[in-house]
Every structure is written in structure tokens, then in C-alpha cells.
């Protein structure tokens, strides 16, 4: 069974950093993509960050400079720094694992809340 579970949401002022870790079973996680998409309330869902399989990143334009994608094959999980917290990263995060094959695996998300 697939399984991918984010935490490390939670309340957070201003200004302020959370760590998401995204633990994964089921597939062979070195081989995938590993991406965090995160959906602001009454939007849709925008890409945040990826992690290719050779260790390639990329960052969306309004968090470049702030987060941090990185991924730990041993332990089959991805995580995302997120430093200098804006409210407008107030969002439910998930993690998304796709293959070249177009296997794709989504978690459950976990929210973040950013105000004073």
C-alpha cells in the first residue's frame, strides 16, 4: 500500500519557519520526483517546490529564497524548510511523488497557518 503522510503544519507568526517532513512507503522513493503543492483557502492548487530523483530542485517564484526542498533516500522521506513566513503561505501543504512511468501518489496535507 502507498502511503505518503505529511507533518509539521501548525500555527506559526510571521516571520516564523516550520519544517514539513513527508514520510513515504509503498514505492521505490529514490526513483521518484518529489514535489510539495499547497492549497490557499478558497484557491487552487499551486506548485510549490520539486526534487527530482538526480537532485535537481526548483522553487516557485514566491518562495524562492525562503524555502528549502531536500529529501532523505534512506529514510524514504522529503522534507521543506520554510523560513520568513508570510500570511499569504497560509495554505494546506501535500506531497506529491510522480515517476517517469506516470505513477502519481498524493498525502493527505497538513495546514499552515500564518498570522498574528
Known amino acids: 500500500e502507498v502511503q505518503l503522510v505529511e507533518s509539521g503544519g501548525g500555527l506559526v507568526q510571521p516571520g516564523g519557519s516550520l519544517r514539513l517532513s513527508c514520510v513515504t512507503s509503498?514505492?521505490?522513493?529514490?526513483?521518484?520526483?518529489m514535489s510539495w503543492v499547497r492549497q490557499a483557502p478558497g484557491k487552487g492548487l499551486e506548485w510549490v517546490s520539486f526534487?527530482?530523483?538526480?537532485?535537481?530542485?526548483g522553487y516557485s517564484d514566491s518562495v524562492k529564497g525562503r524555502f528549502t526542498i531536500s529529501r532523505d533516500n534512506a529514510q524514504n522521506t522529503v522534507y521543506l524548510q520554510m523560513n520568513s513566513l508570510k500570511p499569504e503561505d497560509t495554505a494546506v501543504y501535500y506531497c506529491?511523488?510522480?515517476?517517469?512511468?506516470?505513477?502519481?501518489?498524493w498525502g493527505q496535507g497538513t495546514q499552515v497557518t500564518v498570522s498574528s
Open positions: 506529491n511523488g510522480a515517476s517517469r512511468e506516470g505513477s502519481n501518489y
Open positions: 509503498g514505492f521505490t522513493f529514490s526513483t521518484y520526483a
Open positions: 526534487n527530482y530523483r538526480n537532485g535537481d530542485t
